[in-house]
């Protein structure tokens, strides 16, 4: 409840313990609305600024899953630029970026240190940290993708290595063909010519 007003809605998205997170309730105080948000450029575009108008909440989580850590990590900033690597529909905007024209960076203005002590001092057994730059998760994941791709990027280039050596083995028998051609065809004119 900041300065006491009622929280009217709180929307969770990009995880699935968010629904477990509404099967429990959070009162008759908070209207929770749970949205799976695909990872997906265009789809997050769309849709997040249509939940803000149909809602107008007052507090919007996002949650992310990663595979690249073993804890829960609170974001105290969000980045708009530096996005390279492909989304599930294999789509990456040209711009790098969530929104153009967009700020650098979102902080949030939660204390996440002191979330992340108040989870677990609660018992729950949840590990917390936090990240001051949600960037780095990024560029991590990049890394591990990149190592992931380039077994798959040298067998590419060096099955074009090997469609142009074959392009030039044609080029080369078609090459002889002719000359051979024109040597029978100069031969014939030849020996026409001498009888």
């Keep these: 409840k900041p300065n006491g007003t009622k929280i009217s809605s709180v929307i969770f998205s990009f995880a699935f313990s968010s629904q477990e997170l509404k099967k429990l309730g959070l009162g008759s105080e908070v209207d929770l609305q749970v949205y799976e948000v695909p990872v997906e450029y265009q789809t997050v575009q769309s849709l997040v600024p249509s939940l803000w108008k149909q809602y107008h909440p007052l507090l919007v989580i996002h949650v992310g899953?990663?595979?690249?850590?073993?804890?829960?990590?609170?974001?105290?900033?969000?980045?708009n630029h530096g996005y390279k690597g492909l989304d599930n529909?294999?789509?990456?905007?040209?711009s790098q970026c969530c929104i153009v024209g967009g700020p650098d960076c979102i902080d949030s203005v939660l204390?996440?240190?002191?979330?992340?002590?108040?989870?677990?001092?609660?018992?729950?057994g949840v590990?917390?940290?936090?990240?001051?730059?949600?960037?780095?998760?990024?560029?991590?994941?990049?890394?591990?993708?990149?190592?992931?791709?380039?077994?798959?990027?040298?067998?590419?280039?060096?099955?074009?290595?090997?469609?142009?050596?074959?392009?030039?083995?044609?080029?080369?028998?078609?090459?002889?063909?002719?000359?051979?051609?024109?040597?029978?065809?100069?031969?014939?004119?030849?020996?026409?010519t001498s009888s």
Excluded: W
């Design 127 to 192: 590990a917390v940290s936090v990240s001051k730059d949600a960037g780095s998760r990024c560029k991590q994941q990049e890394m591990m993708d990149q190592d992931t791709k380039e077994p798959q990027v040298q067998r590419e280039r060096e099955r074009e290595r090997e469609r142009q050596r074959e392009r030039e083995r044609e080029r080369e028998r078609e090459g002889q063909a002719n000359l051979k051609h024109s040597q029978q065809s100069f031969l014939t004119e030849q020996i026409h």
């Design 89 to 94: 529909r294999s789509f990456c905007p040209d």
């Design 111 to 124: 204390d996440m240190e002191s979330v992340a002590k108040r989870v677990t001092a609660s018992g729950l």
């Design 65 to 79: 899953v990663s595979g690249m850590t073993a804890t829960v990590t609170l974001e105290k900033c969000g980045r």
